[in-house]
T-cell receptor, first 107, second 117 residues
Framework: GQSLEQPSEVTAVEGAIVQINCTYQ??????LSWYQQHDGGAPTFLSY????GLEETGRFSSFLSRSDSYGYLLLQELQMKDSASYFC????????FGKGTRLHILP | DAGITQSPRHKVTETGTPVTLRCHQT?????MYWYRQDPGHGLRLIHY???????DKGEVSDGYSVSRSKTEDFLLTLESATSSQTSVYFC????????????????FGPGTRLTVL
């Protein structure tokens, strides 16, 4: 079967660092992607990890451990505009989206 | 912007009526997808297409049909709308991620908010 787990909500302070974890179980696996969605908007692509390790894109980094079926999204120097929902999406024969993690940022 | 538009953007309809949502893309992408998004469920795949007249079911396809007679248009039809189909519907297309030929990044349209009374 397929399963995907990520926290439903996370709260952090402006300027801080936050990590959003994702564990998955899929039939076949190619890689793990992350999407961001602001309220009322459409999901937008953030990153993709095909291999184990850390990929950095500006303030955002994404990590994958294929052996642990685990990944995380790391957001640094949090800004108020980072308040959004974040979806991990492992790719098997199709992309599977999780239920998303709502990130609240406090000033 | 991958040139994706959805119409209508908002629609209110009554139970039992047919509804068709349209997704239009301008950049000749082969893969197109329909998702629905509901609180507590995230994004769920309804149907997808891998070419003209080539479609397949996703995880929540019951009550929905699709058609793709032209590359640029992917239509989602609710033959007889029910209140459980009240949702936000997103269309998406795929593009290859540079350096990752095995992965197709998805670009989403702006969404259609459908209310079935």
């Amino acid at each position: 079967g397929q399963s995907l787990e990520q926290p439903s909500e996370v709260t952090a302070v402006e300027g801080a660092i936050v990590q959003i974890n994702c564990t998955y179980q899929t039939s076949g696996f190619y890689g793990l992607s992350w999407y961001q969605q602001h309220d009322g908007g459409a999901p937008t692509f953030l990153s993709y990890n095909a291999l184990d390790g850390l990929e950095e894109t500006g303030r955002f980094s994404s990590f994958l451990s294929r052996s642990d079926s685990y990944g995380y999204l790391l957001l640094q120097e949090l800004q108020m505009k980072d308040s959004a929902s974040y979806f991990c999406a492992p790719r098997a024969d199709k992309i599977i989206f999780g239920k998303g993690t709502r990130l609240h940022i406090l000033p | 912007d991958a040139g994706i538009t959805q119409s209508p953007r908002h629609k209110v309809t009554e139970t039992g009526t047919p509804v068709t949502l349209r997704c239009h893309q301008t950049e000749n992408h082969r893969y197109m997808y329909w998702y629905r998004q509901d609180p507590g469920h995230g994004l769920r795949l309804i149907h997808y297409s891998y070419g003209v007249k080539d479609t397949d079911k996703g995880e929540v396809s019951d009550g929905y049909s699709v058609s793709r007679s032209k590359t640029e248009d992917f239509l989602l039809t609710l033959e007889s709308a029910t209140s459980s189909q009240t949702s936000v519907y997103f269309c998406a297309i795929s593009e290859v991620v540079p350096g990752h030929l095995d992965y197709n990044e998805q670009f989403f349209g702006p969404g259609t908010r459908l209310t079935v009374l």
